[in-house]
């Protein structure tokens, strides 16, 4: 089995590559963001926001041709990397799925930090030259690219918002875990569904998903006197999806702090506090505001 945060692959088929007319873009109505080519393929990498960004991001890729033709049956790796001079790590990220019924291909990153990240392509694509050789797998890496996270900020375009938080368990194990907001992207006034990540770092190359822990959930208006809503839900499992979803209620529109306790399966806090008269915030939180 493919593991979830290995190099991410598609698999291949043993057969010649399966093409669409370029005229046929399977990524209409997304943003492209960045192109990675040598003297045969280019493959392109597009979302809604046509950017890299901290914390969660869904990127979709295709691969074409010189002749502009989209790919269907490839296989590619990607693998980020931030080097900070004195050490290099990786990212939680997904395994890249093939979008059924087009030649459209998805990953999602919870890029931990803003800045320029390398990025490594390679694709496999298998040929068969239309005689009586049998179809040759064709393996490649791009050359070396960079790519730019950019920051998530507040509404005013200046100052940041909160949407990832890298911690270190509070309970003895010295373990640490990566959250990830992922949802709501466009909050609205009135109840919300939010859906998150919790990942556990193995090493700065590996995050593995955790399952069954559990994030509360205190969504507070600080500059209306740190004020709460009804009728949330804490963020729990959900198998179906394999994320942790929950109901955040926005009561009106502004400036939001959604406050959280890390728990594990068994109830244990790993990280965050209760907000109090006293303790205005949560030590792990994420922001929204609309």
Same mark, same amino acid.
Request: hydrophobic content about 35%; aromatic content about 14%; some cysteine.
């Given at each position: 089995?493919?593991?979830?945060? *290995?190099? +991410?692959?598609?698999?291949?088929?043993?057969?010649?590559? #399966?093409?669409?007319?370029?005229?046929?873009?399977?990524?209409?109505? +997304?943003?492209?963001?960045?192109?990675?080519?040598?003297?045969?393929?280019?493959?392109? @990498? =597009?979302?809604?926001?046509?950017?890299?960004?901290?914390?969660?991001?869904?990127?979709?890729?295709?691969?074409? #041709?010189?002749?502009?033709?989209?790919?269907?049956?490839?296989?590619?790796?990607?693998?980020?990397?931030?080097?900070?001079?004195?050490?290099?790590?990786?990212?939680? &990220?997904?395994?890249?799925?093939?979008?059924?019924? $087009?030649? !459209?291909?998805? *990953?999602?990153?919870?890029?931990?930090?803003?800045?320029?990240? #390398?990025?490594?392509?390679? =694709?496999?694509?298998?040929?068969?030259?239309?005689?009586?050789?049998? @179809?040759?797998?064709?393996?490649?890496?791009?050359?070396? @690219?960079?790519?730019?996270?950019?920051?998530?900020? &507040?509404? #005013?375009?200046?100052?940041?918002?909160?949407?990832?938080?890298?911690?270190? *368990?509070?309970?003895?194990?010295?373990? &640490?875990?990566?959250?990830?907001?992922?949802?709501?992207?466009?909050?609205?006034?009135? /109840?919300?569904?939010?859906?998150?990540?919790?990942?556990?770092?193995?090493?700065?190359?590996?995050?593995?998903?955790?399952?069954?822990?559990?994030?509360? !959930?205190?969504?507070?208006?600080?500059?209306?006197?740190?004020?709460?809503?009804?009728?949330?839900?804490?963020?729990?499992?959900?198998?179906?999806? $394999?994320?942790?979803?929950?109901?955040?209620?926005?009561?009106?529109?502004?400036?939001?702090?959604?406050? !959280?306790? !890390?728990?594990?399966?068994?109830?244990?806090?790993?990280?965050?506090?209760?907000?109090?008269?006293? /303790?205005?915030?949560?030590?792990?939180?994420?922001?929204?505001?609309?």
């Amino acid at each position: 089995m493919i593991s979830f945060f *290995a190099a +991410l692959f598609f698999v291949s088929c043993g057969k010649d590559e #399966d093409k669409q007319k370029p005229d046929i873009n399977p990524a209409e109505g +997304l943003i492209k963001i960045q192109e990675f080519a040598d003297d045969f393929y280019t493959v392109t @990498a =597009y979302n809604e926001s046509g950017k890299w960004q901290i914390g969660y991001t869904k990127v979709y890729f295709t691969v074409q #041709d010189k002749d502009g033709n989209f790919i269907d049956n490839a296989t590619l790796s990607a693998f980020p990397e931030m080097n900070m001079g004195t050490m290099k790590h990786s990212t939680p &990220r997904s395994e890249i799925t093939k979008v059924s019924g $087009k030649p !459209l291909f998805e *990953a999602n990153y919870a890029f931990l930090m803003a800045g320029e990240w #390398d990025y490594t392509v390679s =694709y496999y694509v298998s040929r068969y030259d239309g005689g009586f050789n049998p @179809a040759v797998v064709i393996f490649q890496p791009l050359p070396a @690219a960079k790519i730019d996270v950019q920051k998530a900020y &507040r509404p #005013d375009g200046v100052t940041e918002r909160k949407v990832i938080s890298s911690v270190k *368990a509070i309970d003895g194990s010295d373990k &640490r875990y990566v959250v990830a907001l992922v949802e709501p992207q466009k909050p609205k006034a009135g /109840i919300n569904d939010i859906t998150a990540y919790i990942y556990e770092r193995i090493d700065g190359n590996t995050y593995t998903p955790v399952e069954n822990f559990r994030l509360k !959930l205190d969504p507070r208006m600080p500059a209306m006197e740190n004020h709460s809503s009804p009728n949330n839900e804490d963020l729990t499992w959900n198998a179906t999806e $394999k994320a942790y979803k929950g109901k955040a209620n926005f009561s009106m529109t502004g400036y939001w702090v959604l406050n !959280l306790i !890390l728990q594990n399966a068994d109830g244990t806090v790993l990280y965050g506090n209760p907000v109090t008269e006293e /303790i205005e915030q949560s030590s792990l939180y994420f922001e929204v505001e609309f």
